[in-house]
């Protein structure tokens, strides 16, 4: 189920990779300064009625060792280990790219599938290209269309920033080199890269090739002391229809 939130899909990379000019790190630090280091302990939500909870474990070193999302009677669960430049990766139960706009009920993966267009003055990607298959009532045929998603971000530090940092992703992602022959998952390492907003999304608006709105979701956070969000409750609108979330974040 794509219900936990898109960075677990890179804890599924391995990959031995050299410096680059521009890091992510130095990114969040100029536009995140003196931030507090805050990692994730739990988020919890209730989606359609159904109740899902994702928890992070740590060594005693603060390093993440674990994710385990519950859902219903279904867990699922990552457990790994990171020697600096070698993630060694088990999943049990985890059969699917997360994504974290389905945290927020969207009905597009624009941040699995996209490409970024542009960002705004704080290198968060501000607009993004995908494209998504639509059925054809005249022909009977599934169609590919293109798609654009406009984000508007507030300016909190992005949540999941330190717990990523704790997982050693943000070490990989300060050391991607743009050498795609060196492996298909580098691609992949250079998209998360790309795709890695420094705040926290307030609005997503999906258009059309002729610029249509499709959809939108706008989300409300209540901060704490820190500037962490530590709920947002965000509402979707596609066409006549009106969904809201609840999600609940806690931290260590």
């Given amino acids: 189920m794509k219900k936990i939130n898109y960075f677990l899909s890179i804890l599924t990379l391995s990959i031995l990779a050299t410096s680059c000019s521009n890091s992510v790190s130095d990114d969040f630090d100029d536009m995140n300064q003196d931030v507090a280091e805050k990692r994730l302990n739990k988020i919890s939500s209730n989606l359609n009625g159904e109740d899902i909870s994702v928890g992070f474990s740590y060594d005693s070193n603060k390093k993440l060792t674990g994710i385990t999302g519950v ?117 992949e390492i250079i998209k998360a890269s790309q795709l890695l907003p420094m705040n926290n999304p307030v609005k997503f608006i999906y258009k059309n090739q002729n610029g249509g709105v499709e959809a939108t979701i706008d989300i409300s956070y209540t901060y704490d002391q820190d500037n962490y969000p530590i709920n947002a409750i965000a509402v979707l609108n596609a066409g006549s229809s009106s969904e809201t979330a609840a999600v609940n974040f806690s931290y260590e």
Avoid: C, H, W
Wanted: aromatic fraction near 12%.
């Fill in 71 to 187: 859902s219903r009677d279904e867990t699922n669960s990552i457990q790994y280990t990171n020697t600096g430049d070698l993630l060694n990766v088990s999943a049990q139960g985890l059969n699917e790219t997360l994504n974290l706009e389905e945290l927020f009920q969207s009905p597009f993966n624009a941040y699995e599938l996209g490409q970024v267009v542009s960002y705004d003055d704080n290198r968060n990607p501000s607009q993004i290209s995908f494209e998504d298959q639509v059925y054809n009532y005249n022909t009977g045929q599934y169609e590919t269309i293109g798609l654009t998603a406009e984000i508007l971000y507030d300016d909190a530090p992005n949540m999941y920033f330190y717990t990523l940092k704790a997982a050693g992703i943000i070490d990989v992602l300060d050391k991607v080199q743009l050498d795609f022959s060196m492996n298909a998952q580098a691609s």
